[in-house]
């Protein structure tokens, strides 16, 4: 039992605190709670700092939350999302302002008595300073960060935010001084002779000083600009051509060179006819990061696709990407992965940030489909002209039926996909079944399934009305998933069956061939792309593109990087270029009189990509997504 004279002691240092002002406000008293003149300054600072830390989370968490949906769209794709992720940071920004609370409160309870004594306000002050001008620093700059644009923001809005940045400043600093005073007052005593002066005049001027100092620092970090200008219109001065793009995975230049003498890939050939460009292999042979930035024209650091796998962090609908293959983020995924913090995804389009050829056209008022490409998932609704967009994720939802989770836009065109897909089924099955069959059971597995996934896809594009179409894009990965499963997947090979698993990829060249009949032989008015990718394969050092149709130059021998083909999609269809673009279209590919006729006009931007929205009703399908992947040896 606690004796009058324990309890006089237990509230001692409580009495000197409130006598020089430091329990008046609430959050002083919740702060400080703890002290107790019972217990040591070590105590008081460590108990004190985790209220401190439960503040810094209140605050920071969701503060930092908006500046990250801001900067990451990809990964926070609604409310929910936001107050997840508003909590992990509230616990992580917790736990560091905690930390650094108490690590400032030890300090000072360190330094020597004749520096402390007779100074304890100012030497506690100047901890409190250090910590709330670290959060403001923190929190002008965050904001700077995740607003590439700040100069164009409301100067209203950006004195709200400079405000409420200030202000949480101003708390946290406020209670790391009043942790320090206890613990000082705890280890060398309160000095009983210091009169106490109004806190908020203090207050007031700290808070004039910081904001001041937030806007200088803002004004700073911040690139002057001009009021950002609308997106222009698009004006399209019409060649009177449609396009389609033919995008093939897996081929190997060499192979198509060996077989077209042959005359056992006529279309091929056909589609090569007028010559090609050479399109040096990425670097990091990855199939999302490789088609994105064809699609985009733009690199991957500007796109934001950067692997075909990302992680999804739990309870949150959006994706972050991984970063690289090894090393500290090998390591860190795998932990977060263990503990069920994380979890696999696939690129999509929530981490796409530039617009690709097919809605920079629709945007234009053309009529554009695209057809199995990557990072496509999920489809958008947005804007008055949307593309049809029948995405990577499309055949599984095709196969489950059930409402849309975005693997397909517009609506009715998932209507019409779903009614025909026993047919279409069907008939790449039957295409499938025309491979010659291989003695070894994998290599026909192995081609079978890569048949299928091609025929299938080619009988989806075919029922989109090409005719009506000013473009069509067509992304195959048969080629591409053939060839890793036969050449690429690690295990050795003997000479003989590597022989063989060659002569059966020339085989899937031939059956490639026959699927691309209708493709390869335009009709007038008509260009046909073909893009080529060395896929997964290491030892293919480069892609091709080529042109056919009548306004196709005959001739061609360049070498040109991926960044190209997207402008010189868009000028066929007669489209200004965009001055953000990464590259210049490609002119040698058209005629002469084409080029005369229509040159290259530009304007200064295609506007900023909107987010994709709509048909999120259905059941998710990153599961079966991974499990599909997994199956076709892009991801273990």
């Given at each position: ?48 700092s ?69 100074r ?35 100067p ?39 009169k ?9 001027v ?12 803002l ?85 934001g696709?950067h ?86 994720r ?54 079978r ?14 029922r ?74 290491a ?19 360049l ?78």
């Amino acid at each position: 039992m606690t004796t009058p004279h324990d309890q006089g002691t237990v509230d001692e240092l409580r009495q000197r605190l409130r006598s020089l002002g430091y329990l008046d406000a609430g959050v002083d008293r919740f702060v400080l709670g703890p002290a107790r003149g019972t217990r040591g300054p070590l105590a008081i600072a460590a108990l004190a700092s985790v209220r401190i830390g439960a503040l810094a989370a209140l605050l920071l968490g969701p503060a930092v939350a908006i500046g990250m949906g801001t900067r990451l769209p990809g990964l926070v794709t609604g409310p929910r999302d936001a107050i997840v992720i508003a909590s992990y940071l509230g616990l992580l920004f917790g736990i560091a302002a905690a930390a650094i609370s108490f690590v400032a409160s030890l300090i000072v309870t360190r330094l020597p008595v004749p520096f402390v004594s007779g100074r304890p306000r100012f030497v506690s002050r100047g901890a409190g300073v250090i910590v709330g001008g670290a959060t403001l620093l923190y929190l002008t700059l965050w904001w700077r960060i995740a607003n590439a644009e700040a100069a164009t923001l409301s100067p209203l809005w950006t004195v709200f935010v400079l405000a409420i940045a200030v202000a949480i400043s101003l708390l946290l600093g406020h209670a790391t001084t009043i942790t320090a005073f206890a613990a000082l007052a705890a280890s060398h005593g309160a000095p009983g002779d210091e009169k106490r002066r109004p806190a908020w005049r203090l207050t007031a001027v700290a808070g004039a000083l910081a904001f001041a100092a937030a806007a200088g620092l803002l004004v700073m970090a911040t690139p002057s600009a001009e009021t950002e200008a609308p997106p222009p219109v698009l004006a399209v001065v019409s060649p009177g051509v449609r396009v389609t793009v033919l995008a093939i995975d897996g081929l190997d230049p060499a192979v198509l060179d060996a077989l077209i003498p042959t005359g056992t890939i006529p279309n091929l050939a056909r589609l090569v006819s007028n010559g090609t460009v050479q399109l040096p292999a990425d670097a990091v042979r990855d199939p999302a990061r490789e088609w994105t930035t064809i699609a985009t024209g733009q690199p991957p650091h500007v796109h934001g696709v950067h692997g075909l796998e990302t992680r999804r962090v739990a309870g949150v609908q959006g994706t972050v990407t991984t970063g690289g293959d090894g090393g500290l983020a090998a390591a860190l995924r795998e932990v977060t992965d263990v503990l069920r913090l994380t979890r696999r995804s696939t690129a999509s389009g929530t981490e796409l940030r530039a617009k690709t050829f097919w809605e920079v056209a629709a945007d234009a008022g053309l009529r554009a489909a695209v057809v199995n490409w990557w990072a496509t998932w999920p489809a958008t609704t947005a804007g008055s002209n949307p593309p049809i967009v029948v995405s990577d994720r499309a055949t599984l939802r095709l196969d489950r039926g059930g409402g849309l989770d975005g693997e397909i836009a517009p609506g009715d065109v998932y209507d019409r996909l779903r009614g025909e897909w026993p047919a279409i089924r069907k008939e790449a099955e039957s295409a499938a079944s025309a491979l010659p069959l291989s003695s070894d059971p994998v290599v026909s597995d192995a081609l079978r399934r890569a048949a299928q996934v091609d025929a299938v896809h080619l009988a989806i594009a075919s029922r989109l009305d090409a005719a009506a179409l000013d473009l069509l894009a067509i992304y195959l990965p048969g080629l591409d998933i053939a060839q890793h499963a036969l050449l690429g997947s690690g295990n050795p090979v003997a000479p003989s069956a590597l022989t063989a698993r060659l002569e059966s990829l020339r085989g899937y060249y031939r059956f490639l061939d026959t699927r691309l009949a209708r493709i390869a032989d335009p009709e007038p008015g008509r260009l046909v792309f073909l893009i080529a990718q060395p896929g997964r394969i290491a030892t293919i050092t480069h892609g091709l593109a080529a042109a056919a149709g009548e306004q196709a130059a005959s001739g061609v021998a360049l070498e040109a990087r991926a960044t190209s083909l997207a402008p010189t999609i868009l000028h066929a269809l007669g489209i200004p270029m965009s001055r953000e673009l990464a590259d210049r279209p490609l002119v040698q590919v058209f005629t002469e009189e084409f080029a005369q006729r229509f040159p290259v006009r530009e304007v200064e931007s295609y506007g900023r990509r909107t987010l994709p929205s709509g048909l999120r009703e259905g059941q998710p399908l990153d599961r079966e997504m991974i499990e599909r992947l997994r199956s076709l040896g892009y991801v273990r």
